[in-house]
């Protein structure tokens, strides 16, 4: 109901499918300079979905895709600079798309 | 049988740009054919955002019930029927922005009655969400969501009515957005919703989704006289 761009850190994304079995995507960031610092990749084992995407996950030209953890692996960290390297330097580069998780890479 | 939630059902979508209207849009995902196809939207502010539509690469989908009351999130929920071909789900939006979510949902085993139950309700003061829904069916599911305006911290949630959660997103200061569905073993009133967290300004909307080939809760009785030889 406010308005502005998000002001909590950490952005938390957690998905389900249908078996109830979660992915999901944390990204705590600066709240003074809004820098992204990295992001933990969760995923429980079993889920179908293998990989977060921001962007549509349809078009594989222009979406950022994450691969988490396979089956029993602990989570897994992406460090700042590689979120960087793929454009994303603050909280608002991250949210400015759309996020969602998909069983496959786009365009794999 | 009862409705199944099936694997095909793709996973949740959410957009927490709240300076933007694009739509928002699944992966794409095969429902088998007949499965019933739910798609629930909701936006974090009626008043710069509404679901204008939900559309799909496929199936036409077909709105049932939307909600965009003063001071509250918006909602809608449309359904499809699957046709055993690879689609993308859509939701479109109309405004000058704010942050959105699309769960969609296949069910088999399931079908939509010519005219499914469904029921809405936005929150006259802050509380826990609750509201009940009159199913026709016997076996069937209830499919709803739950977007809460006033962005309450959901992580200590309870569910009424034993309900299965499908999609959770939080943004604090924003929105607080549920999705779940529960069983509805008997015809007549469900209750759904959560019982916490309280101090919500919620707003409720659900549809039946019945078990395919279920007949009216109480069939007719077809009596034939005795015929004398």
Redesign the interface.
Known sequence: ????????SP??????????KM?SITVPWNTGTRAQQGATLHRDSGC??NWI?LG???DSTNTKAFQCPTDGQADSTTPAQQLRNNGLTTI?DV????????PVK?GG | VAPTLDGSSPAAVYNDANNTTTSVVTASFTPPSGAVIVAKAATADSATLAVSSITSSGPTMTSRVSNAAASHCALAIYTGIGTGAAITVTANFTGTGAQRALVVEVWTSAQLAATPATHQLASSATGAPSDTITTTGTGSVVSWLNPDWSAVDGTSRTYRSSATETGYHFISLFYTFYSAYQAAASAGSQTYGLTAPTGQTWNLAAIEIQASGSAPAIPPILTMPTRRA
């Open positions: 109901m406010s308005g502005g761009p998000i002001s909590t952005w938390v994304v957690e998905i389900w499918d249908y078996q109830h992915i179908v979905y995407i549509d996950p349809n608002d949210v400015a798309v759309q996020v969602t998780a998909s786009p």
